[in-house]
């Protein structure tokens, strides 16, 4: 067995740093064993020194300066646990890379944003850049698709990529409660990140299918080219419809290859309840991968929280312990293109909801619209009038975005639509 220990030093104490120290603590002999040697946390750095936290680490040695760490002689391993697409946490890996240290961290953003230029930098340096931690907390998938599917084709990747919304659309449909109430009762459970718009603009799950888009399909990652769409604007009544009409509102992060390019979607979308995406509840994640040879495969886990994220770092320190020094994204940094950027556009069904007057020969103009647009109707329900008006609920046949959002313009301008109508794809997963 090699003699040396892996020295590493965590910079970041949160929920996630503390995982870690209580992971490489709890399972030693077992990481020992595997690893051939010792993971020794040889230094430990965060903001502030005296918070209380879960643990005690004075055992550890604390260093004040992250930037310190990322110096010191006797550290093999920078992982860092700050978070934030900028500094001190990009400073802090790229000035680690630069001294030949291993980086390994959870920080999606940083990966997203600034993936492509650490990867580079870490391919120069000849160590490893890995972000394990970053997708989809314990869910291996950083590792499926550079190892475990490298050899497919993989021309379709989507997934429920984050567990805050999930929650959100599984509570609201529990307990029939609008969004602003279980968005609030998520925030004071701690679920719901600093900054909301992260989880429900779909910023976060933009992240992450920017980083699962790249491993799969061996392109550049390219963060700027997502649309996103969150969920805030999801209300009880398409819920409760949806479900009512056989489906579940899922925030799903899409990506596709095609000969024309790449697409890269955020979206809330209608899926069947029966499906296995239907079936996930609460904050649990699920991303399917299909490549040629294999078909579709779904990886299931808990997305995010300190044992999950903590087993994800702690395989990527195992790796570095063994001596694998793989590419960060799966082969060549320096090789890797951006790909031509397309828009999502394949026909898909959709559920649409208006609220019309209550006049004869309504509903004939809102079907003469559709029909103008080759748009057909697979099946619809009018609901009780409220006042003077109706909602109106509609599910399409497959048909092109395009041609929905033009008839959706035009109806909007007509007198008798009497709200913003309301427009979401169904994925037939
Ligand atoms: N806010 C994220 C989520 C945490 O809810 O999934 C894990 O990335």
């Known amino acids: 067995m090699e003699k040396n220990p892996l020295n590493i030093g965590i910079v970041g104490l949160g929920t996630v740093g503390i995982g870690v120290v209580d992971f490489l603590t709890t399972n030693k002999d077992l990481i020992t064993l595997r690893a051939g040697r ?42 860092e646990l700050i978070g934030g ?26 990966i997203a944003h600034h993936g492509h230029y650490l990867a580079i930098l870490a391919e120069e340096q000849k160590v490893s850049l890995n972000f ?32 805050t919304c999930n929650y959100i659309l599984t509570q609201m449909e529990n307990h ?22 992260l989880d429900v603009g779909g910023i976060d799950s933009a992240h992450k299918i920017s980083i699962i888009a790249a491993l799969a399909f ?13 969920i805030e604007s999801i209300s009880l009544i398409d819920i409760t419809s949806a479900s009512a009409m056989g489906y579940r509102i899922k925030l799903l992060g899409l990506a596709n290859k095609s ?64 001596g694998n020094i793989s590419s960060s994204f799966g082969q060549r940094a320096s090789e890797l293109e951006i790909s031509q950027h397309v828009s999502e556009d394949l026909s898909s069904s959709f559920y649409l909801r208006f609220l019309l ?52 313009k035009e109806i909007s301008k007509i007198e008798i639509c009497k709200s913003d109508p309301v427009y979401i794809r169904i994925e037939d997963l």
């Open 176 to 197: 029939e409660q609008d969004y602003s109430k279980i968005f609030r009762d998520a925030q004071n459970l701690g679920f719901v990140e600093k900054d909301p718009s």
């Open 357 to 408: 007057t209550d006049k004869p020969g309504t509903l004939a103009k809102l079907a003469g619209i559709l029909g103008k647009y080759g748009i057909s109707i697979n099946h619809m329900r009018q609901l009780r009038h409220q006042g003077e008006n109706a909602p109106v609920l509609i599910v399409t046949h497959p048909t092109a975005k395009i041609s929905l959002t033009s008839a959706i």
């Open 38 to 79: 010792e993971i020794r946390i040889s230094g430990i750095c965060a903001k502030r020194k005296n918070k209380k936290r879960e643990l005690n680490l004075s055992r550890f040695r604390w260093i004040s300066d992250p930037l310190t760490l990322s110096n010191e002689q006797g550290i093999d391993v920078v992982v």
């Open 132 to 163: 394990e931690a970053a997708v989809a907390g314990g869910i291996p998938i950083v590792k499926i698709l550079k190892e475990s599917l490298s050899g497919n084709d993989i021309s379709r990747v989507y997934g429920v990529i984050n567990g």
């Open 218 to 230: 061996g392109s550049r990652i390219n963060f700027d080219n997502v649309k996103i769409k969150g």
């Open 85 to 110: 697409q900028n500094d001190p946490a990009k400073s802090i890996i790229e000035k680690s890379l630069l001294n030949k240290k291993h980086v390994v961290t959870a920080n999606k953003a940083l």
């Open 259 to 322: 000969t024309a390019g790449i697409s890269q979607v955020v979206e809330p979308c209608l899926v069947p309840k029966e499906s296995l995406f239907g079936k996930l509840d609460g904050g649990t994640n699920m991303v399917m991968v299909e490549g040629n040879f294999v078909e579709k495969t779904h990886y299931i886990g808990l997305g995010a929280g300190a044992g999950p994220t903590a087993s994800s770092i702690v395989s990527d320190l195992i790796d570095i312990a063994r």
